[in-house]
């Protein structure tokens, strides 16, 4: 009467639908905390993030020009959109540089050739401060350093820039 | 630089760079619903006009705190007021104190302060954030900026 085919007891099912119920449940409990876990793998860090700046890399000549554009900053409580500024040329290699406007000394706001007396320099209005094409600081005026450079990146012809990094001294 | 904590320890360190004070007079009132519609506006326009010039100059310039007063005030008192403002502002070194106002009942009082009274009228083209009140503020400060650099040529 013994059947060829082997039965499953009673004792071998419950404990495969246990298992499966139970090995459910568990990994139903474990699904979130791994998620956290592996969250801040997944998000995008927002630091390193190149921004749009709406200007065509052709447009970009040897005579520095300035763009202004956005983004969006968390800064503690607020949430706001700040205006950045570049001043943008093409150097002698061809290379495209971004300048920060920021005045290493006090940080005022700097303008290429703002001054009549000192043609190709970037000139701060506040002290007289001073710096060369390639963004160098000239010399005896009070900046001691040269102008930050922004992180930049060419995409589909158009010009990305990032954050405004210090170079290195003079 | 502006009245907070950080800038101002930044101040006291290098006074001898930073000789000017920015300071906008701001009136309010609350009495009337036109008014008041108006003055909220202007003073919004003031802040952002004044913060632009600050950070344009942010290494020479320190942007004193609103003086706000009532828009019916006896103007003679608020001179004397500002006077006392300015004798103490004074008492670090310094040397230019510039008034940026909307309020033109300033400028018959002009004698009775002791510092420059920059009056600019008040424009008010549709939304505060639209394309061309951020033109028109651009403009204004790029002229602001140049009259107090005017300032310091001339000592």
Request: with cysteine; net charge negative.
């Given at each position: 009467m013994s059947n060829e085919k082997q039965q499953v007891s009673r004792r071998q099912f419950l404990n495969y639908t246990l298992t499966g119920v139970g090995g459910f449940m568990a990994a139903g409990l474990l699904i979130s905390p791994i998620r956290m876990a592996v969250d801040p793998v997944l998000k995008e860090s927002s630091a390193g993030d190149l921004a749009n700046?709406?200007?065509?890399?052709?447009?970009?000549?040897?005579e520095p020009q300035r763009i202004d554009w956005s983004v969006d900053q968390v800064d503690g409580w607020y949430e706001s959109e700040v205006n950045r500024s570049a001043w943008v040329y093409r150097n002698e290699d061809d290379e495209i540089v971004a300048f920060s406007?920021?005045?290493?000394?006090?940080g005022c706001v700097v303008s290429w050739e703002?001054?009549?007396?000192?043609?190709?320099e970037y000139f701060c209005p506040c002290h007289d401060g001073r710096y060369y094409k390639d963004g160098t600081n000239v010399p005896g005026?009070?900046?001691l350093a040269p102008l930050d450079e922004y992180e930049q990146e060419v995409r589909d012809g158009m010009l990305f820039l990032g954050d405004a990094r210090p170079r290195e001294e003079a | 630089m502006k009245w907070r904590k950080n800038d101002i320890q930044q101040y006291v360190q290098s006074k001898e760079y930073i000789d000017t004070i920015l300071l906008p007079l701001i009136p309010i009132q609350l009495s009337s619903d036109d008014d008041a519609e108006k003055h909220a506006s202007q003073s919004e326009v003031m802040n952002i006009l004044a913060n632009e010039i600050e950070k344009e100059l942010t290494g020479r310039i320190m942007l004193a705190p609103n003086y706000h007063y009532l828009k019916s005030a006896d103007k003679q008192l608020e001179s004397k007021r500002l006077n006392g403002w300015a004798e103490d502002m004074k008492k670090q070194p310094f040397s230019h104190i510039v008034y940026i106002t909307?309020?033109?009942?300033?400028k018959k009082h002009e004698k009775d302060i002791s510092d420059n009274l920059l009056w600019m009228p008040a424009v008010q083209v549709g939304?505060?954030?639209s394309k061309e009140m951020h033109g028109i503020i651009r403009e204004q400060v790029g002229q602001t900026v140049e009259l107090i650099r005017s300032y310091w040529q001339s000592n």
């Open positions: 700046v709406g200007l065509s890399v052709d447009d970009i000549t040897s406007p920021v005045c290493k000394h006090l703002g001054s009549e007396n000192h043609p190709n005026t009070p900046p | 909307f309020d033109s009942s300033w939304e505060i954030n």
